[in-house]
């Protein structure tokens, strides 16, 4: 990583306030001076109260700081939040423990200044854009260094390791934070210090990581040929979308599809030679349609410890069942599992993503059943109050894939707490970052225009809006986008 951290700590450095008297000086050194300085601080309360997002990534990263603070002898409690604005910021406690945000925070210093918490009672683990405050709250934050490909669970594995280098163990649920917040998705693979945790969960025996694996979701639980119709990522002429089509072409190569008990074959369980054989053929297929074969394969994450055929077992679909119990407002259910409960707590998680993909695909045909509307650089549609605006996001990416792949999409959905504003969710593909997409930017500023708040990342972000504040809100937008593809074109002259 970036440099190797230690944690040599006594109990008695945590009733020995003069260490911390100096912290602002570690945040001027450096990501490592500021996972130390944060750690030390945390190592000098008695109790915690972790304030975290609601998705894969702050679920595994409440996780591994609940985890790394408890065995170092802290109680802690924990809040989740669907996004920290002036309704839920009531949600933190106004009591004696210190406020730890993980996921969260960076861009809502103001509001957490406003809400009267002072910058001794208060630290901040995040990878969002960070706000400019008056208010110096203690802060590790990889965004500002350029780690841009690092997801909050991964910083917050930076900082357990610096609690005790023993928390090793911990580093599968980073790279389930990593993988769930789309930080592998661009380069096939986590890069950085993303990438280094997932090593350092191999050498720990937690992690298996597969450099050349098939880059296709659902490699651990679904059949092959459906795995292969679902996937977008490369798009395969007469296999995407087209389940018969990829039933067929794998048929054709001769390798048993079912195993002994007439049970379909997941990719995993097909052996070396079989996937080779597979990968080939699939790569010819694209090459016989000049597509290319860049994105084909990725380098994949799996946990040798779970059981075979879960969605526990590859980081992809676990963080995709954590997101399905915070989306449908059980983050607590899926921090349960984080901690090892595969007994009651896993079973109602399955049961949740059953429900989840079952909306998600209700949701998806309604947007392709009802088209979107599109301007020079955009294509939107408004939802209306039909789905709960904690899965539109969702739904717009795989949308995607099945629209005009060209352009950014976004999607409105009603807020039936509050009528007057408007949930947006962005998304956008690999493709249209490399030709300056930057959907962060984006909705920050136009949100911003129109007196709401946004964030997110280059590839996928939200915000919330006036009401009637939509047509204008989607106008400039399309002109932000406009001018951001205008800007990269200038570059590259």
Same mark, same amino acid.
């Given at each position: 990583?970036?440099?190797?951290?230690?944690?040599?700590?006594?109990?008695?450095?945590?009733?020995?306030?003069?260490?911390?008297?100096?912290?602002?000086?570690?945040?001027?050194?450096?990501?490592? &001076?500021?996972?130390?300085?944060?750690?030390?601080?945390?190592?000098?309360?008695?109790?915690?109260?972790?304030?975290? +997002?609601?998705?894969?990534?702050?679920?595994?990263?409440? $996780?591994?700081?609940?985890?790394?603070?408890?065995?170092?002898g802290i109680r802690t409690t924990?809040?989740?939040?669907?996004?920290?604005?002036?309704?839920? @910021?009531?949600?933190?406690?106004?009591?004696?423990?210190?406020?730890?945000?993980?996921?969260?925070?960076?861009?809502?210093?103001?509001?957490?200044?406003?809400?009267?918490?002072?910058? !001794?009672?208060?630290?901040?683990?995040?990878?969002?854009?960070?706000?400019?405050?008056?208010? !110096?709250?203690?802060?590790?934050?990889? +965004?500002?260094?350029?780690?841009?490909?690092?997801?909050?669970?991964?910083?917050?594995?930076?900082?357990?390791? &610096?609690? !005790?280098?023993?928390?090793?163990?911990?580093?599968?649920?980073?790279?389930?934070?990593?993988?769930?917040?789309?930080?592998?998705? &661009?380069?096939?693979?986590?890069?950085?210090?993303?990438?280094?945790?997932?090593?350092?969960?191999? $050498?720990?025996?937690?992690?298996?990581?597969?450099?050349?694996?098939?880059?296709?979701?659902? @490699?651990?639980?679904?059949?092959?040929? @459906?795995?292969?119709?679902?996937?977008?990522?490369?798009?395969?002429?007469?296999?995407?979308?087209?389940?018969?089509? $990829?039933?067929?072409?794998?048929?054709?190569? #001769?390798?048993?599809?079912? !195993?002994?008990?007439?049970?379909?074959?997941?990719?995993?369980?097909?052996?070396?030679?079989?996937?080779?054989?597979?990968?080939?053929?699939?790569?010819?297929?694209?090459?016989?349609?000049?597509?290319?074969?860049?994105?084909?394969?990725?380098?994949?994450?799996?946990?040798p410890a779970e059981k075979a055929?879960?969605?526990?077992?590859?980081?992809?679909?676990?963080?995709?069942?954590?997101?399905?119990?915070?989306?449908?407002?059980?983050?607590?259910?899926?921090?349960?599992?984080?901690?090892?409960?595969?007994?009651?707590?896993?079973?109602?998680?399955?049961?949740?993503?059953?429900?989840?993909?079952?909306?998600?695909?209700?949701?998806?045909?309604?947007?392709?059943?009802?088209?979107?509307?599109?301007?020079? +650089?955009?294509?939107?549609? +408004?939802?209306?109050?039909?789905?709960?605006?904690?899965?539109?996001?969702?739904?717009? #990416?795989? $949308?995607?894939?099945?629209?005009?792949?060209?352009?950014?999409?976004?999607?409105?959905?009603?807020?039936?707490?509050?009528p007057s504003l408007t949930k947006?969710?962005?998304?956008?593909?690999?493709?249209?970052?490399?030709? #300056?997409?930057?959907?962060?930017?984006?909705?920050?500023?136009?949100?911003?225009?129109? #007196?709401?708040?946004?964030?997110?990342?280059?590839?996928?972000?939200?915000?919330?809006?006036?009401?009637?504040?939509?047509?204008?809100?989607?106008?400039?937008?399309?002109?932000?986008?406009?001018?951001?593809?205008?800007?990269?074109?200038?570059?590259?002259?």
């Amino acid at each position: 990583m970036e440099d190797r951290y230690f944690s040599t700590w006594s109990p008695d450095l945590r009733k020995n306030n003069l260490f911390f008297l100096n912290r602002p000086i570690y945040r001027m050194m450096g990501l490592s &001076e500021d996972v130390r300085a944060v750690a030390w601080d945390l190592l000098s309360h008695e109790s915690v109260t972790i304030i975290s +997002h609601i998705d894969a990534d702050g679920i595994t990263g409440e $996780a591994i700081l609940s985890q790394a603070l408890s065995r170092a002898g802290i109680r802690t409690t924990s809040v989740f939040v669907r996004q920290l604005e002036p309704l839920t @910021i009531r949600q933190v406690p106004k009591d004696e423990t210190f406020k730890l945000f993980c996921d969260l925070g960076a861009g809502q210093q103001n509001l957490i200044a406003e809400a009267g918490f002072r910058n !001794d009672e208060v630290g901040i683990i995040d990878h969002h854009i960070s706000q400019p405050c008056d208010v !110096d709250y203690l802060q590790v934050n990889c +965004h500002p260094y350029g780690h841009v490909k690092l997801s909050a669970a991964g910083v917050a594995y930076l900082v357990a390791k &610096e609690i !005790d280098s023993g928390n090793t163990d911990l580093a599968p649920l980073a790279v389930i934070g990593n993988v769930g917040d789309m930080m592998a998705r &661009e380069d096939c693979g986590l890069t950085g210090i993303a990438r280094e945790i997932a090593y350092e969960g191999s $050498a720990h025996g937690s992690v298996e990581v597969r450099k050349y694996d098939l880059n296709c979701y659902g @490699i651990s639980t679904r059949p092959l040929h @459906i795995s292969l119709s679902y996937n977008d990522d490369p798009i395969i002429p007469g296999i995407s979308n087209n389940a018969r089509g $990829a039933l067929r072409f794998l048929q054709k190569l #001769g390798i048993p599809l079912q !195993d002994n008990l007439q049970r379909w074959r997941v990719w995993e369980e097909f052996s070396c030679e079989e996937q080779r054989i597979i990968s080939s053929a699939l790569a010819q297929q694209l090459l016989a349609h000049t597509c290319s074969i860049t994105r084909l394969f990725c380098e994949s994450y799996l946990f040798p410890a779970e059981k075979a055929r879960t969605p526990l077992r590859n980081a992809q679909e676990y963080a995709t069942l954590l997101n399905a119990c915070g989306r449908w407002s059980r983050p607590k259910t899926g921090a349960q599992i984080c901690r090892g409960d595969r007994g009651s707590a896993y079973r109602e998680a399955e049961h949740m993503l059953t429900n989840h993909r079952t909306i998600i695909r209700e949701l998806l045909q309604f947007i392709l059943d009802t088209g979107v509307s599109e301007l020079s +650089h955009l294509q939107f549609l +408004h939802v209306g109050n039909r789905y709960p605006d904690t899965i539109v996001g969702i739904g717009a #990416g795989m $949308a995607l894939s099945k629209l005009n792949r060209e352009k950014p999409i976004l999607i409105m959905v009603e807020q039936p707490e509050d009528p007057s504003l408007t949930k947006v969710s962005l998304r956008a593909n690999e493709q249209m970052l490399s030709r #300056g997409i930057d959907l962060q930017e984006a909705a920050t500023s136009a949100s911003e225009r129109f #007196g709401g708040a946004g964030g997110g990342h280059r590839i996928a972000a939200g915000a919330f809006i006036p009401r009637e504040s939509e047509h204008e809100f989607i106008q400039y937008v399309n002109e932000l986008l406009a001018g951001q593809c205008t800007k990269e074109d200038a570059g590259h002259r």
